[in-house]
Nanobody, 124 residues
Framework: QVQLVESGGGLVQAGGSLRLSCLASGRTFSIYAMGWFRQAPGKEREFVAAINWSGTSTYYADSVKGRFTISRDNAKKTMYLQMNSLKSEDTAVYYC?????????????????WGQGTQVTVSS
C-alpha cells in the first residue's frame, strides 16, 4: 500500500515557475517507479513525466521537455516536479502516481497508486 499527497500548486504568471512535491507513505517506496500526470477540464489525463525507482532514468512529454524536471529523493520519500517557463496551456490538476515496478511508464493505466491532485493555474 502506498499513499501519495501532492503539494505546491497555485496561481502563477506565464513565464514563472512552480515546484510540485509528492510525499509518499507506505512500504518499499524506494522500488516504486513514479510519474506525474495532468488533467485539464474536459480533457483526457495527460502524461507529463516519469522517473524510475532509483532516479537514474527520466522521460518527458514533448510538450514539457526542456521546461520541466522530474526528480526524487527516496530518503525523504518525495518526488518533485520543477516547472519553469510556465504557459497557460500548463493549467491543469497535476497528479502524482506510483507503480510497483523499477521502470516508469507513460500510460496512466499502468500506475496503481494516485494522489488527490494539486491545481496549477497559469495566468496570461
Amino acid at each position: 500500500q502506498v499513499q501519495l499527497v501532492e503539494s505546491g500548486g497555485g496561481l502563477v504568471q506565464a513565464g514563472g515557475s512552480l515546484r510540485l512535491s509528492c510525499l509518499a507513505s507506505g512500504r518499499t517506496f524506494s522500488i516504486y517507479a513514479m510519474g506525474w500526470f495532468r488533467q485539464a477540464p474536459g480533457k483526457e489525463r495527460e502524461f507529463v513525466a516519469a522517473i524510475n525507482w532509483s532516479g537514474t532514468s527520466t522521460y518527458y512529454a514533448d510538450s514539457v521537455k526542456g521546461r520541466f524536471t522530474i526528480s526524487r529523493d527516496n530518503a525523504k520519500k518525495t518526488m518533485y516536479l520543477q516547472m519553469n517557463s510556465l504557459k497557460s496551456e500548463d493549467t491543469a490538476v497535476y497528479y502524482c502516481a506510483a507503480r510497483p515496478e523499477a521502470r516508469g511508464s507513460r500510460s496512466s493505466y499502468e500506475y496503481d497508486y494516485w494522489g488527490q491532485g494539486t491545481q496549477v493555474t497559469v495566468s496570461s
